[in-house]
T-cell receptor, first 115, second 112 residues
């Protein structure tokens, strides 16, 4: 079974500061990991994903995340926050098996960017 | 626009009424998913289809909920005898196997 824990339901950063959103996962099989962003009253948009290969993955809008198997973590970072980054961020895990493709989402982290 | 579309975007209904939502996936995707999202929570899996076959249903999907994907293209989610607890955002997503899911904008249901 898979699950995701996002530490910190609300994170505030100053514009230009480092963004760090934490995600820890639990998976009985090699995980596939995702970060999605959701703006108010909209669906989820994929930021980045880790499937296999390089553990540091780069996504859209300057975000990146590093898969650390030993820490069962997949934290999302961005060197310099922009006002437009204010949104809800969700980490998700899946096994992407041929028999199922269910995603398990964390409860989300709301990012506020202070001007 | 070739993304996932959902209709309607908003639905207000009275308790006890039936509602139906539609999802049109990305055309070449053979997998389609329904999720429910309540305020302050991440999306919760409801059910998924591979082509026209409904392969998995969550225990969250009570008998009042039914989903179909008759020709392996669009899908509908019906809720019968709505309750106030059904108020949520209903999200649809589609994918190829072994790939990320692409989400639609959601249908926000309010049951009064």
């Amino acid at each position: 079974a898979q699950s995701v824990t996002q530490l910190g339901s609300h994170v505030s950063v100053s514009e230009g500061a480092l963004v760090l959103l934490r995600c820890n996962y639990s998976s009985s099989v090699p995980p596939y990991l995702f970060w999605y962003v959701q703006y108010p009253n909209q669906g989820l948009q994929l930021l980045l994903k880790y499937t296999t290969g390089a553990t540091l993955v780069k996504g859209i809008n300057g975000f990146e995340a590093e898969f650390k198997k030993s820490e069962t973590s997949f934290h999302l970072t961005k060197p310099s926050a922009h006002m437009s980054d204010a949104a809800e961020y969700f980490c998700a895990v899946s096994d992407l098996s041929n028999t199922g493709n269910q995603f398990y989402f964390g409860t989300g982290t709301s990012l506020t960017v202070i001007p | 626009d070739t993304g996932v579309s959902q209709d309607p975007r908003h639905k207000i209904t009275k308790r006890g009424q039936n509602v139906t939502f539609r999802c049109d996936p990305i055309s070449e995707h053979n997998r389609l998913y329904w999720y429910r999202q309540t305020l302050g929570q991440g999306p919760e899996f409801l059910t998924y289809f591979q082509n026209e076959a409904q392969l998995e249903k969550s225990r969250l999907l009570s008998d009042r909920f039914s989903a179909e994907r008759p020709k392996g293209s669009f899908s509908t989610l019906e809720i019968q005898r709505t309750e106030q607890g059904d108020s949520a955002m209903y999200l649809c997503a589609s994918s190829f196997p072994i790939n990320e899911q692409y989400f639609g904008p959601g249908t926000r249901l309010t049951v009064t």
